[in-house]
């Protein structure tokens, strides 16, 4: 029932899979005023020793089509050991909290790569490159508060996760059933309901 939800709620049913090539963020937008939080408890993030770890990093900056308009073009980062062995690996994918961007997670991606997953950040709705400035976010919720217009965007990010969980399926380096999601705080409510959808 709640992805018939999501789908009566999408201005076109079905997208077709597209991805389109990105490029590393130089300056990630974090929107509010307050402090972001402690960086330093992100950075203490342990990694696997690996030698030559930085080398062997592979980053994949890229854009999925997850439905039509502005807030369809889903910004992904993934990181990955360039590994000689073809085996296919598990999948991690890490949500952020409101007003952080999938940047912030760089520390806890490049620890789960150091230890052979494939570690997986996007940009939740009207956050990072879905952004416009800082203020995007909290606009976005005063608009869906009052106006009624809009889906929740927790489901749209839902939405968003369906479609990655989909590309990522389809990779020749995805073990499709190891694929994992977690959050923090709003990536800790997204995640919760992308897991009653899948179950």
């Known amino acids: ?3 018939e939800v999501l789908l ?9 899979m ?5 490029s590393p963020v130089k300056e990630p937008l974090y929107q509010g005023n307050g402090p972001l939080g402690l960086r330093e408890a992100m950075e203490s993030c342990p990694r696997k020793e690996v030698d030559n770890f930085q ?12 439905e039509s308009g502005e807030q369809g073009r889903l910004p992904v980062l993934l990181l990955k050991l360039n590994d000689t062995a073809p085996e296919r690996k598990p999948v991690v994918v890490i949500l952020h909290s409101s007003y952080k961007c999938k940047e912030w997670l760089r520390p806890l991606l490049e620890a789960y790569a150091s230890r052979g ?5 996007i940009d939740s709705r009207y956050h990072g490159e ?12 005063n ?5 009624g217009d809009t889906m929740p965007f927790i489901f ?4 968003d996760l369906i479609k990655l969980g989909d590309y990522l399926s389809a990779r020749e380096d995805v073990d499709p059933s190891r694929i994992g999601i977690t959050g923090e705080s709003l990536g800790g409510i997204i995640d919760h309901d992308c897991i009653m959808i899948l179950n």
Do not use: C, H
């Open 1 to 3: 029932e709640y992805l």
């Open 8 to 16: 009566s709620r999408r201005r076109e049913r079905q997208v077709p």
């Open 18 to 22: 597209a991805v389109e090539q990105g």
């Open 55 to 66: 080398e062997k990093l592979v980053e994949e900056n890229f854009y999925l089509m997850t």
């Open 117 to 121: 997953y494939i570690a997986v950040a």
């Open 130 to 141: 879905r952004a416009s400035s800082k203020t995007t976010y909290i606009e976005a919720l």
């Open 143 to 147: 608009s869906a508060w009052r106006n």
């Open 156 to 159: 749209d990010t839902v939405w």
